[in-house]
């Protein structure tokens, strides 16, 4: 599957962003898809991830309460609504896939098969 991110840009802390994540090639029928950023000097860390089946909903603590992963079937796309978003959330994003990820892999980078693009995320203090 091919993954496409879009969405960042730059956004005043307290504002909100709205990621997307598409899939070609296939559908995300049996995978699990996550989102991960990057910031500069950092390693990349786990942010928020999807079952497709069943919609299970995983997040790292630092955005529980202010970010949401959801998927819409019909456009094969998952989405990160981020609000109230704060310095430290600046990074560059990526989405990820993969069909076999058992529970405690959800968070690891390199437990995911598939990688899209990154989208940059810039917020002003």
Do not use: H
């Amino acid at each position: 599957v091919q993954l496409q991110a879009s969405g960042g840009g730059l956004v005043q802390a307290g504002g909100f962003l709205r990621l997307s994540c598409a899939a070609s090639g296939r559908t995300f029928s049996g995978y699990t898809v996550g989102w991960f950023r990057q910031a500069p000097g950092k390693q990349r860390e786990f942010v928020a991830a999807i079952r497709w089946s069943g919609g299970s909903t995983y997040y790292t603590d630092s955005v529980k309460g202010r970010f949401t992963i959801s998927r819409d079937n019909a456009k094969n796309t998952v989405f990160l609504q981020m609000n109230t978003l704060k310095p430290e959330d600046a990074a560059v994003y990526y989405c990820a896939a993969s069909r076999t990820l058992i529970l405690s892999n959800i968070g690891t980078a390199g437990a995911y098969a598939n990688w899209g693009q990154g989208t940059q995320v810039t917020v002003s203090s």
